[in-house]
């Protein structure tokens, strides 16, 4: 049984993930129509969220928040979407999973960022540097979209030479993934140290 409730909490995860990409390739012409999609997406990562901590699968809980937090930046509700990506930290190191963790932690940083909690944003990155170092199994691309936002905070912060080093690894990790938006992203930071 517990089972089944967790499939289908993926499966209401799929489903929201799979409209919001289409909310954002074809967006509805009016907000109203744009709303009601949001809202339906939101209600079942909402669902997908209640199944999940009745079931006890915190690897599951956390993905489901942050996808969660997602929906709230999409909505301009950075403030909610911060405390839904503490929320998917917390289950996060309750799962004991690293990479989930550093995922997690990447975009509670990047929600900082975004309120100006610069210090936060600021330890999130290295924390979730750390981990995807220390594992040694994270993909290129999940390594290089931490690196990112170190980059343009260190950017922010004026610090030109870290930048410049961690635009320097994002752009050879970003190869490495066949992501050559991103390296070229890396390449015009650099350019313009």
């Known amino acids: 049984?517990?089972?089944?409730?967790?499939?289908?909490?993926?499966?209401?995860?799929?489903?929201?993930?799979?409209?919001?990409?289409?909310?954002?390739?074809?967006?509805?012409?009016?907000?109203?129509?744009?709303?009601?999609?949001?809202?339906?997406?939101?209600?079942?990562?909402?669902?997908?969220?209640?199944?999940?901590?009745?079931?006890?699968?915190?690897?599951?809980?956390?993905?489901?928040?942050?996808?969660?937090?997602?929906?709230?930046?999409?909505?301009?509700?950075?403030?909610?979407?911060r405390t839904l990506f503490e929320d998917s930290v917390a289950v996060a190191r309750e799962a004991d999973d690293p990479l989930r963790l550093a995922h997690a932690v990447r975009h509670l940083g990047q929600v900082n960022q975004r309120l100006g909690r610069l210090d936060s944003a600021g330890r999130c990155y290295e924390e979730a540097l750390d981990l995807y170092d220390r594992d040694g199994t994270a993909h290129p691309l999940d390594h290089a979209n931490a690196l990112r936002p170190m980059a343009l905070l260190s950017e922010e912060l004026g610090d030109a030479e870290g930048a410049r080093l961690l635009w320097r690894r994002a752009a050879t990790l970003y190869g490495a993934a066949g992501v050559e938006e991103g390296v070229r992203e890396c390449e015009t930071h650099l350019s313009s140290l």
């Open 1 to 81: 049984m517990a089972g089944g409730g967790e499939d289908h909490a993926r499966a209401l995860i799929a489903k929201a993930w799979r409209s919001r990409w289409e909310v954002f390739q074809s967006p509805p012409a009016d907000e109203a129509t744009l709303g009601v999609l949001m809202a339906r997406i939101e209600a079942d990562l909402v669902s997908a969220c209640d199944i999940l901590r009745q079931a006890g699968a915190q690897k599951e809980l956390s993905v489901a928040l942050g996808k969660l937090g997602h929906i709230a930046l999409d909505l301009d509700r950075p403030h909610k979407a």
